[in-house]
């Protein structure tokens, strides 16, 4: 089983938009990607720690109705 690591935020983005998601757009104080008619904020320090990346997946999890593992994450590339 592959293990959680330390994710870009350009490969965050990158991975949420071949999950559907659509963006960055600006919003007034942070970017935000849009899913449907769901909105989820895009922190902007330029590495998300595992324990930041594990809390936006679980809001990204909420918005997509589905759970997303580690591996599945990594296949995201």
Partial sequence: MSR????KR????SRLRKLG???PFCGTRHQFI???????SVP???EYSVSQ???M??????IIS???GSKEWEQLK
């Fill in 4 to 7: 959680w690591a330390p994710c």
């Fill in 10 to 13: 350009r490969d965050f983005i």
């Fill in 21 to 23: 998601f659509k963006g």
């Fill in 34 to 40: 849009v899913y449907g008619e769901r909105r989820l």
């Fill in 44 to 46: 902007s320090n330029p």
């Fill in 53 to 55: 990346l594990r809390m």
């Fill in 57 to 62: 997946l679980e809001e990204v999890e909420k």
């Fill in 66 to 68: 589905r759970e997303i």
